[in-house]
Nanobody
Framework: QVQLVESGGGLVQAGGSLTLSCAASRTIGRTAVMGWYRQAPGKQRDLVATITSGGSTNYADSVKGRFTISGDNAKNTVYLQMNSLKPEDTAEYYC?????????WGQGTQVTVSS
């Protein structure tokens, strides 16, 4: 089992920035992929960005150039730096950890971008 604790959400004006953090309860495995997903009301949960334990990253087209995912294996933590935020970025953001043992989700953190 892996517990994920997210933090850093909040209310920000359009054009502003926020940084989300996700702390895992144990060492990030060599085969693990961690990432951020988001879900707006009435919509499906979509990929935002992922990072492997080796540092390879992947982004949704809608956030490329604005969001940066990074990891600190020593702290078992993944970050999502969000810049140039837009109202359409408003959603509940969920941290995800998956490896050969399972697929785990955090409780979510709300990001609201006002216009």
């Amino acid at each position: 089992q892996v517990q994920l604790v997210e933090s850093g959400g909040g209310l920000v004006q359009a054009g502003g920035s926020l940084t989300l953090s996700c702390a895992a309860s144990r060492t990030i495995g060599r085969t693990a992929v961690m990432g951020w997903y988001r879900q707006a009301p009435g919509k499906q949960r979509d990929l935002v960005a992922t990072i492997t334990s080796g540092g390879s990253t992947n982004y949704a087209d809608s956030v490329k150039g604005r969001f940066t995912i990074s990891g600190d294996n020593a702290k078992n933590t993944v970050y999502l730096q969000m810049n140039s935020l837009k109202p359409e970025d408003t959603a509940e953001y969920y941290c995800n950890y998956r490896d050969w043992q399972g697929n785990y989700w955090g409780q979510g953190t709300q990001v609201t971008v006002s216009s």
